[in-house]
């Protein structure tokens, strides 16, 4: 194929992409297959380690179910949700988020050393997961509110009280020893500063001060500095898990092991179901299933980001573009921690490791996204139009059985017969009015005798007899005369 034959059909392929409903679609189908593959990885490599503890082998997988269901259901209340609702309820959810992390810090368990979870009716929930959705909804309706004031001219307007609110809770989160956490937050007010326009270098010495922060929060820690150390010099004695992540991924080859049938999920790979289950997934799925995993991501970020370009509303846009920051680098930190590309932060795998609340901020913040996906150029009325059609392709499969049984009570929609069911049931089709026209003073004729009305019956029923001969047929022209005009009399 030539390049000129080649270049149209690109041009037709990426013109498709082009539709009000795109970004909706793609949203909607990315992340439903990356839940998918993160419930059948989750079932892979829990059931292990509950094997080898005496339990179930599917409690874990049930509780990542419950948690998958109870987050469409989040997920489809907030793709419904008006955008103003949200904007409502940003200083609410702020607070709650401000308290929950105080909350765990009071009264939460130590866990290996940190805390960040506490028991809510009998379910551990980590408050510093729903705080990011807290910022994120907070900052974007803060920054919006300034942009329709006109105080986005002034870096003190711009930044007060943005940075100190970002400051608050990543202060908590740390506190909480979650570097990770604390890391996304800053991506999240590095994202929205860039999206409402801060002039440049205003950008960039926040972006210092941000790195500085970073710095000094790895410096203070020990075991985060060995981490450093680890990730530079690996070896089995400082790094053990990145060794055998690395191990699982080169072993799984191009095609992988097989579902199921790793090896290095039974006690090799340290949390292998939360931070280091994209290394299972290489193992037993190979090349290809990464592969697949990274393109999911790959179009769930450009399906954001279309979002965020899209619509034109300040709040939208800056949400839009800090919930896909905040879902893709999450993302891109976990798979490149596992590879060895970066030091492990202990992040997990949105929409794909085992987590209760990692999983249902996540599908909260997917449910904001697919609500501004709405708000679209014609995507109300796009939607609006595919829903008719959608519901007779299922009232169609599920009426099948029925319409193969009487193919006569199938009839095409949009259609009225106007006839009873009596009439359907025979099948007697009705008579239309286009092809058996009547008029109204036939209509009021009918049934009435008219004189000749008889004899003009029998005349059509009994075919005219013969004439004699020399006998005129009865109604025959005079010869040189016309016929239907009486005979002009005699000339005088």
């Given at each position: 194929m030539?390049t000129?034959g080649f270049?149209p059909q690109?041009?037709?392929?990426?013109?498709s992409?082009?539709r009000?409903?795109t970004?909706?679609?793609?949203?909607?189908?990315?992340?439903?297959?990356?839940?998918?593959?993160?419930?059948?990885?989750?079932l892979?490599?829990?059931?292990?380690s509950?094997?080898d503890?005496?339990g179930?082998?599917y409690?874990?997988?049930?509780?990542q179910?419950?948690?998958?269901?109870a987050?469409?259901v989040?997920?489809?209340?907030l793709a419904?949700?008006?955008?103003?609702?949200?904007?409502s309820v940003?200083?609410?959810?702020?607070?709650?988020?401000i308290a929950?992390?105080?909350l765990?810090l009071?009264f939460?368990?130590d866990?290996?050393?940190?805390r960040?979870?506490?028991?809510?009716?009998g379910?551990q929930l980590q408050?510093?997961?729903?705080?990011k959705l807290?910022?994120?909804?907070?900052g974007a309706?803060l920054?919006?509110?300034?942009?329709s004031?006109?105080q986005l001219?002034?870096w003190r307007t711009?930044?007060?009280?943005?940075l100190?609110?970002a400051?608050v809770?990543?202060?908590?989160v740390i506190?909480?020893?979650?570097?990770g956490?604390t890391?996304?937050l800053?991506?999240?007010?590095l994202?929205?500063l860039w999206?409402?326009?801060?002039p440049?270098?205003?950008?960039?010495?926040?972006l210092?001060?941000?790195?500085f922060a970073?710095v000094l929060?790895?410096?203070?820690a020990?075991?985060?500095s060995?981490?450093i150390?680890?990730f530079?010099h690996?070896t089995?004695?400082?790094?053990?898990?990145l060794v055998?992540?690395k191990y699982?991924i080169g072993?799984g080859g191009?095609?992988g092991v097989?579902l199921?049938?790793?090896q290095?999920?039974?006690g090799?790979?340290p949390?292998d179901?939360?931070d280091?289950?994209?290394?299972i997934l290489g193992?037993?799925l190979g090349?290809?299933?990464t592969?697949c995993v990274?393109?999911?991501y790959?179009?769930?970020a450009?399906?954001?980001?279309?979002?965020?370009?899209r619509?034109a509303?300040?709040?939208?846009?800056?949400?839009?573009?800090?919930a896909?920051?905040w879902?893709?680098?999450?993302a891109?930190v976990?798979?490149?921690?596992?590879?060895?590309?970066?030091?492990?932060t202990?992040?997990?795998?949105?929409?794909?490791?085992?987590?209760?609340?990692?999983?249902?901020a996540t599908?909260?913040?997917i449910?904001m996204?697919l609500?501004?996906?709405?708000?679209?150029p014609g995507a109300?009325?796009a939607l609006?139009m595919?829903a008719?059609r959608w519901?007779?392709r299922?009232?169609?499969a599920?009426?099948?059985?029925?319409a193969d049984a009487?193919?006569?009570?199938v009839?095409?929609a949009?259609?009225?017969?106007?006839?009873s069911?009596a009439t359907?049931s025979?099948?007697?089709?009705?008579?239309?009015?286009?092809?058996?026209?009547?008029?109204?003073?036939?209509k009021a004729?009918?049934?009435?005798?008219?004189p000749g009305?008889?004899?003009?019956s029998?005349?059509?029923k009994?075919?005219p007899?013969?004439p004699?001969?020399g006998?005129k047929?009865?109604g025959?022209?005079?010869?040189?005369?016309?016929?239907?005009?009486?005979p002009?009399g005699?000339?005088h």
């Open positions: 030539t000129a270049r690109v041009a037709a392929r990426l013109a992409l082009d009000p409903l970004s909706y679609y793609l949203i909607l189908g990315t992340s439903g297959l990356l839940l998918a593959v993160g419930l059948v990885m989750v892979s490599t829990s059931s292990v509950q094997l503890s005496g179930s082998p409690s874990v997988f049930l509780k179910l419950f948690g998958v269901l987050g469409l989040i997920m489809w209340v419904h949700t008006p955008p103003r609702l949200l904007r940003a200083y609410p959810l702020l607070l709650a988020a929950g992390l105080i765990v009071a939460g368990p866990i290996a050393g940190v960040r979870w506490i028991a809510v009716g379910i408050p510093s997961e729903f705080a807290a910022f994120l909804i907070w309706d920054l919006a509110r300034k942009e004031l006109g001219n002034d711009l930044l007060i009280p943005l100190p609110g400051a809770v990543g202060l908590l506190l909480g020893d979650d570097l956490t890391f996304l800053l991506v999240i007010l994202a929205l999206v409402i326009g801060t440049a270098r205003l950008f960039v010495g926040i210092g001060l941000v790195l970073l929060l790895i410096k203070v020990q075991y985060r060995g981490r150390t680890g530079l690996p089995y004695s400082n790094n053990w898990q055998q992540g699982a072993s191009f095609f097989g199921g049938d790793s290095l999920k039974w090799w790979v949390n179901d939360t280091f289950i994209f290394a193992e037993e090349l290809i299933g592969g990274v393109l999911l790959a179009g769930l450009y399906a954001g980001l279309r979002v965020a370009r619509v509303d300040p709040f939208m846009r800056l949400a839009a573009a800090g896909t920051a879902i893709v680098v999450q891109l976990n798979v490149s921690a596992v590879i060895g590309l970066l030091p492990i202990g992040v997990p795998l949105p929409l794909i490791s085992q987590g209760l609340s990692s999983v249902l599908m909260a913040a449910g996204l609500c501004f996906a709405r708000a679209e109300r009325e609006a595919a008719p519901r007779h299922i009232v169609a599920f009426g099948r059985t029925g009487n193919p006569e009570s009839r095409p949009g259609r009225d017969t106007g006839q069911v359907r025979a099948g007697r089709p009705k008579r239309s009015r286009l092809t058996n026209p009547e008029t109204a003073a036939a004729g009918r049934g009435r005798p008219t009305d008889d004899r003009m029998r005349s059509s009994q075919p007899a013969r004699r001969s006998q047929r009865p025959s022209a005079h010869p040189g005369q016309r016929q239907g005009r009486p002009r005699p000339q």
